[in-house]
Protein backbone atom coordinates (compact mmCIF):
# COMPACT_ATOMS: atom_id res chain seq x y z
CA UNK A 1 0.00 0.00 0.00
CA UNK A 2 3.05 2.33 -0.15
CA UNK A 3 5.68 3.41 2.51
CA UNK A 4 4.14 6.16 3.01
CA UNK A 5 0.83 5.34 3.70
CA UNK A 6 -0.95 4.97 7.74
CA UNK A 7 -2.26 1.30 8.55
CA UNK A 8 -5.89 2.92 8.07
CA UNK A 9 -7.95 0.44 5.91
CA UNK A 10 -10.75 2.27 5.81
CA UNK A 11 -14.13 0.65 3.85
CA UNK A 12 -13.32 2.17 1.02
CA UNK A 13 -10.39 1.43 1.05
CA UNK A 14 -9.56 -2.91 1.33
CA UNK A 15 -12.27 -3.76 3.61
CA UNK A 16 -13.19 -6.78 1.04
CA UNK A 17 -13.96 -9.93 2.78
CA UNK A 18 -12.55 -12.10 -0.15
CA UNK A 19 -8.71 -10.82 0.58
CA UNK A 20 -6.92 -14.05 1.68
CA UNK A 21 -3.28 -11.97 1.73
CA UNK A 22 -2.59 -8.55 2.74
CA UNK A 23 0.94 -7.22 2.89
CA UNK A 24 1.43 -3.63 4.72
CA UNK A 25 5.34 -3.76 4.88
CA UNK A 26 6.94 -0.14 5.71
CA UNK A 27 3.75 1.58 6.27
CA UNK A 28 3.00 3.60 9.52
CA UNK A 29 1.08 2.02 12.23
CA UNK A 30 -1.25 4.21 14.36
CA UNK A 31 0.62 5.32 17.25
CA UNK A 32 2.55 1.44 17.60
CA UNK A 33 -1.19 -0.25 16.93
CA UNK A 34 -3.09 -1.73 14.41
CA UNK A 35 -5.62 0.71 13.16
CA UNK A 36 -8.42 -0.40 10.30
CA UNK A 37 -7.69 -3.90 10.30
CA UNK A 38 -11.37 -5.33 11.70
CA UNK A 39 -12.90 -8.49 11.55
CA UNK A 40 -14.09 -8.28 8.27
CA UNK A 41 -11.09 -9.77 6.58
CA UNK A 42 -11.95 -13.29 7.43
CA UNK A 43 -10.62 -15.15 4.97
CA UNK A 44 -7.45 -13.65 5.36
CA UNK A 45 -4.93 -16.49 5.03
CA UNK A 46 -1.57 -14.21 5.19
CA UNK A 47 -0.63 -10.84 6.91
CA UNK A 48 2.52 -9.20 6.55
CA UNK A 49 3.18 -6.17 8.74
CA UNK A 50 6.90 -5.72 8.64
CA UNK A 51 8.75 -2.16 9.53
CA UNK A 52 5.49 -0.85 10.14
CA UNK A 53 6.66 0.39 14.11
CA UNK A 54 3.61 -1.92 15.91
CA UNK A 55 4.38 -2.09 19.61
CA UNK A 56 1.60 -3.69 20.41
CA UNK A 57 -1.14 -6.43 18.95
CA UNK A 58 -3.94 -5.48 21.15
CA UNK A 59 -6.04 -4.23 18.52
CA UNK A 60 -5.43 -7.35 16.12
CA UNK A 61 -8.98 -8.60 15.27
CA UNK A 62 -10.19 -12.45 14.84
CA UNK A 63 -8.35 -13.80 12.22
CA UNK A 64 -9.53 -17.67 12.21
CA UNK A 65 -8.12 -18.83 9.01
CA UNK A 66 -4.68 -16.70 9.17
CA UNK A 67 -1.76 -19.42 8.79
CA UNK A 68 1.23 -17.12 8.17
CA UNK A 69 2.22 -13.58 10.25
CA UNK A 70 4.54 -11.35 9.42
CA UNK A 71 5.77 -9.17 11.94
CA UNK A 72 9.68 -8.68 11.28
CA UNK A 73 11.41 -5.30 12.36
CA UNK A 74 8.92 -4.10 14.55
CA UNK A 75 8.81 -2.87 18.52
CA UNK A 76 7.44 -5.41 19.94
CA UNK A 77 8.15 -6.59 23.33
CA UNK A 78 5.37 -8.82 24.28
CA UNK A 79 1.66 -8.98 24.59
CA UNK A 80 2.01 -12.51 22.31
CA UNK A 81 -0.98 -14.35 24.23
CA UNK A 82 -3.14 -12.02 21.69
CA UNK A 83 -2.14 -14.60 18.63
CA UNK A 84 -3.41 -17.27 20.30
CA UNK A 85 -6.70 -16.01 20.97
CA UNK A 86 -7.55 -14.32 17.49
CA UNK A 87 -5.14 -16.71 15.29
CA UNK A 88 -5.20 -19.60 16.57
CA UNK A 89 -4.39 -21.23 13.28
CA UNK A 90 -1.19 -19.63 12.68
CA UNK A 91 1.71 -22.21 11.26
CA UNK A 92 3.89 -19.71 10.59
CA UNK A 93 5.05 -16.64 12.97
CA UNK A 94 8.11 -14.30 12.18
CA UNK A 95 9.00 -11.99 14.82
CA UNK A 96 12.65 -11.46 14.17
CA UNK A 97 13.95 -7.89 14.58
CA UNK A 98 11.66 -7.58 17.36
CA UNK A 99 12.21 -6.62 21.41
CA UNK A 100 11.49 -9.84 22.69
CA UNK A 101 14.09 -10.59 25.64
CA UNK A 102 13.01 -13.87 27.61
CA UNK A 103 11.37 -17.06 27.53
CA UNK A 104 8.25 -15.73 29.30
CA UNK A 105 7.57 -13.86 26.25
CA UNK A 106 7.40 -16.83 24.49
CA UNK A 107 5.92 -18.89 26.80
CA UNK A 108 2.50 -17.20 25.29
CA UNK A 109 3.00 -18.94 22.16
CA UNK A 110 2.38 -22.64 23.80
CA UNK A 111 -1.27 -22.05 22.83
CA UNK A 112 -0.34 -21.63 19.24
CA UNK A 113 -0.90 -25.43 18.31
CA UNK A 114 -0.55 -25.56 15.14
CA UNK A 115 2.52 -23.35 15.34
CA UNK A 116 5.15 -25.13 13.19
CA UNK A 117 7.67 -22.26 11.99
CA UNK A 118 9.10 -19.36 14.46
CA UNK A 119 11.42 -17.00 13.63
CA UNK A 120 13.35 -14.74 16.47
CA UNK A 121 16.57 -14.26 14.59
CA UNK A 122 18.09 -10.47 15.70
CA UNK A 123 16.06 -10.47 18.85
CA UNK A 124 18.17 -10.11 22.31
CA UNK A 125 16.56 -13.79 23.21
CA UNK A 126 18.91 -14.88 20.66
CA UNK A 127 21.25 -14.37 22.80
CA UNK A 128 20.36 -16.72 25.99
CA UNK A 129 22.79 -19.51 26.46
CA UNK A 130 21.33 -22.62 25.33
CA UNK A 131 18.88 -20.34 23.36
CA UNK A 132 17.35 -23.04 20.51
CA UNK A 133 17.51 -25.43 23.20
CA UNK A 134 15.14 -23.81 25.51
CA UNK A 135 12.69 -22.65 22.83
CA UNK A 136 12.33 -26.19 21.31
CA UNK A 137 11.49 -27.29 24.67
CA UNK A 138 9.67 -24.47 25.65
CA UNK A 139 7.01 -24.97 22.17
CA UNK A 140 7.77 -28.74 21.30
CA UNK A 141 5.27 -27.85 18.66
CA UNK A 142 7.28 -26.01 16.77
CA UNK A 143 9.45 -27.98 14.00
CA UNK A 144 11.40 -25.15 12.63
CA UNK A 145 13.61 -22.17 14.84
CA UNK A 146 15.03 -19.64 12.46
CA UNK A 147 14.81 -21.67 9.70
CA UNK A 148 16.17 -24.81 11.02
CA UNK A 149 15.05 -27.97 13.01
CA UNK A 150 16.63 -29.25 15.98
CA UNK A 151 18.98 -31.19 13.80
CA UNK A 152 20.21 -28.24 12.16
CA UNK A 153 18.39 -29.23 8.75
CA UNK A 154 17.32 -26.34 7.11
CA UNK A 155 13.30 -25.71 6.44
CA UNK A 156 12.45 -26.62 2.68
CA UNK A 157 11.24 -23.92 0.91
CA UNK A 158 7.48 -24.66 -0.70
CA UNK A 159 8.02 -23.17 -3.77
CA UNK A 160 11.54 -25.53 -4.50
CA UNK A 161 9.73 -28.39 -3.46
CA UNK A 162 6.72 -27.83 -6.10
CA UNK A 163 9.17 -27.29 -8.67
CA UNK A 164 11.45 -30.55 -7.88
CA UNK A 165 7.46 -32.50 -8.01
CA UNK A 166 6.99 -31.20 -11.31
CA UNK A 167 10.96 -31.88 -12.56
CA UNK A 168 10.51 -35.61 -11.72
CA UNK A 169 6.67 -35.45 -13.48
CA UNK A 170 8.63 -34.12 -17.00
CA UNK A 171 11.68 -37.21 -16.37
CA UNK A 172 8.70 -39.33 -15.42
CA UNK A 173 7.34 -38.26 -19.33
CA UNK A 174 10.47 -39.18 -20.56
CA UNK A 175 11.37 -42.09 -19.45
CA UNK A 176 8.00 -44.06 -20.04
CA UNK A 177 8.49 -47.21 -21.19
CA UNK A 178 6.26 -47.15 -24.44
CA UNK A 179 8.39 -44.31 -26.37
CA UNK A 180 11.74 -46.75 -25.62
CA UNK A 181 10.09 -49.74 -26.94
CA UNK A 182 8.69 -48.34 -29.96
CA UNK A 183 12.44 -46.57 -30.77
CA UNK A 184 13.50 -50.38 -30.42
CA UNK A 185 11.07 -51.67 -32.80
CA UNK A 186 12.01 -49.24 -35.49
CA UNK A 187 15.92 -50.11 -34.57
CA UNK A 188 15.14 -53.59 -34.85
CA UNK A 189 12.63 -53.45 -37.96
CA UNK A 190 15.32 -51.15 -39.79
CA UNK A 191 18.48 -53.58 -38.77
CA UNK A 192 15.69 -56.41 -40.61
CA UNK A 193 15.46 -54.41 -43.57
CA UNK A 194 18.91 -53.95 -43.78
CA UNK A 195 19.92 -57.82 -43.53
CA UNK A 196 17.45 -58.41 -46.42
CA UNK A 197 19.41 -55.33 -48.42
CA UNK A 198 22.68 -56.80 -47.47
CA UNK A 199 21.41 -60.55 -48.54
CA UNK A 200 19.70 -58.88 -51.76
CA UNK A 201 23.37 -56.81 -52.44
CA UNK A 202 25.78 -59.64 -52.39
CA UNK A 203 23.58 -62.03 -54.50
CA UNK A 204 23.63 -59.05 -57.51
CA UNK A 205 27.51 -58.82 -57.08
CA UNK A 206 27.96 -62.71 -57.32
CA UNK A 207 25.80 -62.31 -60.29
CA UNK A 208 27.48 -59.46 -61.50
CA UNK A 209 30.68 -61.09 -61.05
CA UNK A 210 29.90 -64.36 -62.81
CA UNK A 211 28.51 -62.09 -65.86
CA UNK A 212 31.77 -60.30 -65.94
CA UNK A 213 33.61 -63.75 -65.94
CA UNK A 214 31.54 -65.14 -68.52
Do not use: H, W
Request: with cysteine; net charge negative.
Amino acid sequence: LGEAMDIKLTSGLMSSPKVTELVLDNCRSSNGEIEGLNDSFKELEFLSMASVELTSLAKLPMLSKLRKLELSDNIISGGLEVLAERCPNLTYLNLSGNKIKDLGTVEALQNLKNLKSLDLFNCEITNLEDYRDSIFELLQQITYLDGFDQEDNEAPDSEDDEGDEDDDNEDEGEAGPPGEYEEEDDEDDGGSDLGEGEEEEEVGLSYLMKEGIQ
